[in-house]
């Protein structure tokens, strides 16, 4: 069973930094390419970004709006997904997701973390 | 990047009766390799991660009850619920994974009439 468990989410102050851990099981993380999506108060769903696997090159790619200021990485030994958020704008609080897409584009989420931008 | 349309915003339908929500891609996400449209269907009750329902525009996922279902190709796409159920109420939502910018419609409220 795949299990995706965010943590890290906190109350940050605009221009702070923050880091959200996902720690993954129940399927080959090693080879799996993997996303954070987030989810703005009573909005709907947002992409912003991916990282591939080793074996795919390990590239990353990111939403317009996080593009140089969030930067996600992965521990493989760990099986854990990273987001880096750096130059916090109120605009980011939201809940945030980690999801692995299949190879078929289903998608497995985790429960979510809370980041709040604040003053 | 793929802009994903959802028609309605809200929808309110009788219990026992079809519900039928539609999602519009602005180019085709039909992958000519495998013929597959990589297109998804989440239900999001508050307080709770998107589950998923459907992938590849029609398959649904395992224990995912008959009365959901999804048809059509390239870009135009229908999620239909046969015979609304007191616990279907919940927001739907589209998504792609053909390219990214992956993208997700906007979502359509489903309430009971």
């Known amino acids: 069973e795949v299990q995706l468990v965010e943590s890290g989410g906190d109350l940050v102050k605009p221009g702070g930094s923050l880091r959200l851990s996902c720690a993954a099981s129940?399927?080959?993380?090693?080879?799996?390419?993997l996303s954070w999506v987030r989810q703005a108060p009573g909005k709907g769903l947002e992409w912003i970004g991916l990282i591939k696997s080793k074996t795919d090159g390990g590239t990353t790619d990111y939403a317009a709006p996080v593009a140089g200021r969030f930067a996600i990485s992965r521990d493989d030994s760990t099986h854990t997904l990273y987001l880096q958020m750096n130059s916090l704008k109120t605009e980011d609080a939201a809940v945030y997701y980690c999801?692995?897409?299949?190879?078929f584009g289903e998608g497995y989420w985790g429960q979510g973390t809370l980041v709040t931008v604040s003053s | 990047d793929i802009v994903m349309t959802q028609s309605p915003d809200s929808l309110a339908v009788s219990l026992g009766e079809r519900a039928t929500i539609n999602c519009k891609s602005s180019?085709?996400?039909?992958?000519?390799?495998?013929?597959?449209?990589?297109l998804a269907w989440y239900q999001q009750k508050p307080g709770q991660p998107p589950k998923l329902l459907i992938y590849?525009?029609?398959t649904r996922e395992s224990g995912v009850p008959d009365r959901f279902s999804g048809s059509g190709s390239a870009t135009d796409f229908t999620l239909t619920i046969s015979s609304l159920q007191a616990e279907d109420v919940a927001v739907y939502y589209c998504?792609?994974?053909?390219?990214?910018?992956?993208?997700f419609g906007q979502g359509t409220k489903l309430e009971i009439k």
């Open positions: 129940g399927f080959g993380f090693s080879y799996a390419w």
């Open positions: 180019q085709s996400i039909l992958y000519s390799s495998n013929n597959k449209n990589y």
């Open positions: 590849w525009a029609s």
């Open positions: 999801v692995f897409f299949g190879s």
């Open positions: 998504h792609q994974s053909y390219s990214t910018p992956y993208t």
